[in-house]
């Protein structure tokens, strides 16, 4: 398993870093190519939980709320509110025309849900991008949170004795969190310390004391990101989202830190971005 984790990252951790520098219009490409395969994923889990969300409506807004964020970001409009409109009432005009009505609420409240919690939570991505120094923004939101996900593995493998919600995720416990914690911690200071160095192809407008701060959010709210896709999986009784990344599960099971981690960086990040 871990032979796997390492060389799916080996090929994935290049596409990553060529569509970052690159930047728009490839990044956002990226973005909705990723997107809809995590959507793919959610849909597939949740059918085979017994759920009906509608397939094509929650892919569409799904793209549509990374596109929105292209738009946003390069100054062509915000339609914010028109497409969290079009998410809430389409689908509900679309079950209107279902023969069978038992579960149409559940149907409506899944195809919405993950159409917010995929799309819009990584259109923040596309946003963060494209802020001064975007690039700096994106690195150091994705290689902290890896930092912590890999620091927690292997914390817990070594020292994991007391489980955290064994409910959800039987393999987590408190010192393989506490473990990230400290790994997302470091990697923002020394991210924050060697990006300004590099400055100024690289650079961040942080202190060690703001990145230290920034660190332990990202150290936090990874996890909690990783615990929240582990509680939609466990309601439908999935162990990974798909089989499509070896070692790693589906897109999904690989962004599900990332969703809560770029979200909580980009919302900092404009506190200190003017």
Same mark, same amino acid.
């Given at each position: 398993?871990?032979?796997?984790?390492?060389?799916?990252?080996?090929?994935?951790?290049?596409?990553f870093?060529?569509?970052?520098?690159?930047?728009?219009?490839?990044?956002?490409?990226?973005?909705?190519?990723?997107?809809?395969?995590?959507?793919?994923?959610?849909?597939?889990?949740?059918?085979?939980?017994?759920?009906?969300?509608?397939?094509?409506?929650?892919?569409?807004?799904?793209i549509?709320?990374?596109? %929105?964020?292209?738009?946003?970001?390069?100054?062509?409009?915000?339609?914010?509110?028109?497409?969290?409109?079009?998410?809430?009432?389409?689908?509900?005009?679309?079950?209107?025309?279902?023969?069978v009505?038992r579960?149409?609420?559940?149907?409506?409240?899944?195809?919405?849900?993950?159409?917010?919690?995929?799309g819009?939570?990584?259109?923040?991505?596309?946003?963060?991008? %494209?802020?001064?120094?975007?690039?700096?923004?994106?690195?150091?939101?994705?290689?902290?949170?890896?930092?912590?996900?890999?620091?927690a593995?292997f914390?817990?493998?070594?020292?994991?004795?007391?489980?955290?919600?064994?409910?959800?995720?039987?393999?987590?416990?408190?010192?393989?969190?506490?473990?990230?914690?400290?790994?997302?911690?470091a990697?923002?200071?020394?991210?924050?310390?060697?990006? %300004?160095?590099?400055?100024?192809?690289?650079?961040?407008?942080?202190?060690?004391?703001?990145?230290l701060?920034?660190?332990?959010?990202?150290?936090?709210?990874?996890?909690?990101?990783?615990?929240?896709e582990?509680?939609?999986?466990?309601?439908?009784?999935?162990?990974?989202?798909?089989?499509?990344?070896?070692?790693?599960?589906?897109?999904?099971?690989?962004?599900?830190?990332?969703?809560?981690?770029?979200?909580?960086?980009?919302?900092?990040?404009?506190?200190?971005?003017?």
């Amino acid at each position: 398993m871990l032979r796997q984790r390492v060389l799916s990252a080996v090929i994935l951790l290049p596409v990553f870093l060529v569509t970052a520098i690159a930047g728009d219009p490839w990044y956002s490409l990226a973005a909705a190519a990723v997107v809809a395969l995590a959507y793919g994923e959610f849909h597939g889990m949740m059918v085979q939980g017994g759920h009906t969300p509608l397939r094509i409506a929650g892919l569409f807004f799904t793209i549509l709320f990374v596109v %929105n964020g292209y738009l946003l970001a390069h100054g062509m409009g915000d339609y914010t509110a028109p497409v969290l409109a079009g998410a809430a009432l389409v689908p509900l005009v679309l079950l209107i025309g279902r023969p069978v009505q038992r579960g149409a609420a559940e149907a409506w409240a899944l195809t919405l849900g993950g159409s917010l919690y995929i799309g819009w939570l990584f259109s923040l991505f596309v946003l963060l991008r %494209n802020l001064p120094q975007g690039l700096s923004w994106v690195l150091f939101t994705v290689l902290s949170t890896f930092a912590c996900d890999t620091a927690a593995y292997f914390t817990g493998r070594a020292f994991g004795r007391h489980k955290m919600v064994p409910h959800l995720s039987p393999g987590k416990t408190w010192e393989g969190a506490a473990g990230g914690f400290v790994g997302g911690v470091a990697a923002a200071a020394v991210l924050s310390v060697v990006f %300004n160095a590099l400055a100024p192809f690289l650079g961040l407008p942080l202190g060690i004391a703001q990145a230290l701060l920034l660190g332990g959010i990202i150290g936090t709210t990874a996890q909690l990101g990783d615990l929240a896709e582990s509680l939609l999986k466990r309601s439908v009784q999935a162990k990974d989202a798909s089989g499509l990344i070896p070692g790693h599960g589906g897109v999904l099971d690989r962004l599900d830190s990332l969703l809560f981690t770029g979200a909580a960086v980009y919302f900092c990040s404009r506190l200190l971005v003017p």
